[in-house]
């Protein structure tokens, strides 16, 4: 049973990348894990210290969200309708990145759903502090539902990436899942940094059709604009992408697009759902 990890922050935002897991997993049996966190600024030092004014606060806002929460499992349960599908509740007053990864360990969670701002929200917002935090700590893949994004099957899936690390089964899996299931077409989006890929690039590339052939990839050169995240938006567009993958190695492509300047001025347009694989160097 696949284990599935959804923060909510019982927003409309939130509530729509939850809506979007169900429709995407609506085939596979599926334990959902719906889990709030929360702490309060007065909270974050008075309250630990033992300050009087705080004693109690930690007990009440536990009592208000289990309320919160349970009722919003119910309401799933109620809508939902699919006996393939279970909820677990999970509140904590923690931080969000500091819960996630707990219960990743603890219940074995093989991948989070989670909201973002996306390119509809402020134009300094990439994806989200929150996102972007979860995404840098996530030791299992993420899958990120911009803002306004409703569901409609994957069929035009894209990989982006730099053929500078080598693929493996394990990598790939939750690539070849959504492409099985779906019966995506895939499209391996590749920016053109150089005249031609240097043998170390052509190995990588080389594994991953092997990996791929089953589904007949495409692969596309795209030139370097002025940065990467220009590339990548053009790519999507040409192609009509609904789906974007990446895989996350430390220090590595997807870290450079997040540290682009750019982001600081114009909002990367994630207007499709975005699947990031973590892999560990």
Request: glycine share 4%.
């Amino acid at each position: 049973m696949l284990k599935v990890l959804l923060p909510t922050d019982f927003s409309e935002n939130s509530r729509n990348a939850i809506d979007y897991a169900l429709h995407f997993y609506k085939e596979v049996e599926c334990t959902f894990y719906l889990l709030h966190t929360y702490t309060p600024t007065a909270m974050r030092i008075d309250y630990i210290l033992g300050s009087p004014g705080q004693i109690g606060l930690g007990d009440n806002w536990l009592t208000e969200t289990e309320t919160e929460i349970n009722e919003f499992r119910e309401e799933l349960e109620l809508t939902n309708h699919n006996p393939k599908h279970q909820f677990i509740t999970h509140i904590a007053l923690e931080s969000l990145v500091d819960e996630v990864l707990q219960v990743i360990i603890k219940e074995s969670v093989d991948i989070i759903v989670m909201g973002t701002q996306g390119a509809t929200g402020a134009k300094s917002v990439f994806l989200g502090t929150k996102t972007m935090n979860v995404l840098r700590i996530a030791a299992c893949p993420v899958l990120v539902v911009p803002k306004g994004c409703f569901y409609k099957a994957p069929k035009e899936v894209a990989l982006v990436t730099s053929y500078k690390r080598n693929f493996s089964a394990e990598v790939l899996a939750p690539l070849k899942s959504v492409l099985s299931r779906f019966e995506s077409s895939v499209h391996i989006m590749h920016i053109n940094e150089e005249e031609r890929l240097d043998f170390t690039q052509e190995s990588n590339r080389n594994t991953l059709d092997a990996y791929l052939n089953e589904f007949v990839p495409t692969y596309h050169w795209m030139p370097n604009f002025t940065n990467k995240t220009k590339s990548i938006q053009v790519f999507l567009k040409e192609l009509d992408i609904d789906f974007l993958t990446m895989v996350k190695y430390d220090h590595d492509f997807i870290e450079g697009i997040m540290r682009e300047p750019v982001i600081k001025k114009v909002s990367f347009s994630v207007e499709i759902p975005f699947l990031v694989i973590p892999v560990e160097n």
